[in-house]
């Protein structure tokens, strides 16, 4: 048994399983960022690739470190237009985030309390628009708030508009919270219903017993133990809603500020390769904290 066990911990095929996740990370992660980090110090040139220098061969430390150019991240710190970028990110993705809590946490709860015969298909419903395009759903949205698309149509058939009112929300900061709901809501439900089908009912049971009223059981035995989905779900919308391009630029207005399209305006309109770069380097490291949080929560559950 002892000959087994030692034949097991050195099988290189267990090793192999290991390092695939390293790997994978390695080739398209690590690799891809320090591409990027490498632009974002190199300066703007009218060539192919529109960037210099690029760093054919590190020789001596000195060298090398001449060639590195700050300058990109001095413009960023200094630049109003970028810092107000950052801001607005984090103030939409963090009303979205508590938005989707609010909606998504009344719809987990209800999925997990539901009967065992039907929580399958309410599970379907919830992932049933991920068999439509992303960017169809986005488009859709177009149609239903702009001044004279379907929801106007609708409020003025229940005569709660005349006939001559439109709804003024298209191309606002409300029509993009509208599409971050819409679009991120199942990836807050999935880990919230994770968490809470997963709790014992007996003890709720036991709480109402001792006289525990309804709403004082949820904040000291539901939501305590489900605070892992929580977490999982806010951070899982969080860190791609602060870098969200689609939808600020198909449903929000000019005033509508994000990093997204502040990084797409820079590589395809400016083709400043080295500054967005830079901008894109800065807001990986913003969202390296809630990352690792995200990581040893995980760590935690499992």
Known sequence: MAET???SQTNPLRWLVVAVPYIW????????????????????????????????????????LSQLDFENYAFLADDPLYIGAYLSSLRIALISTLMLLLIGYPMALAMARAPSTIRPTLLMMVILPFWT???????????ILKPEGLLTLLLQSLHLLGPHEQVNIFRTDY????????????????????????MDGTLLEAASDLGCPPWQAFWKITFPLS????????????????????????????????????????????????????????????????????????????
């Open 25 to 64: 990370l390695l080739l398209f992660f690590v690799a891809p960022f320090l591409i990027i980090l490498k632009i974002s110090l190199s300066d703007t040139a009218i060539a192919m690739p529109p960037y210099t220098p690029t760093f054919g061969g590190i020789g001596a430390i000195d060298e090398f």
């Open 175 to 198: 029509a993009v919270f509208i599409g971050m709901v819409y679009s991120y809501l199942p990836f807050m439900v999935l880990p919230l219903y994770a968490a809470l089908e997963k």
């Open 227 to 302: 605070l892992p989905g929580v977490i999982a779900g806010a951070l899982i919308c969080f860190i791609p809603i602060t870098g969200e391009f689609v939808i600020p630029d198909l449903l929000g207005g000019a005033e509508t500020l994000m990093i997204g399209k502040t990084l797409w305006m820079e590589f395809f309109g400016n083709r400043d390769w080295p500054l967005a770069s830079a901008v894109a380097v800065l807001l990986l490291l913003a969202l390296v904290i809630p990352i690792v949080i995200f990581q040893n929560q995980q760590q935690k559950v499992g």
């Open 133 to 143: 395009s992303f960017l169809i759903r986005v488009y859709a949205w177009i149609g």
């Open 5 to 7: 066990g030692a034949a």
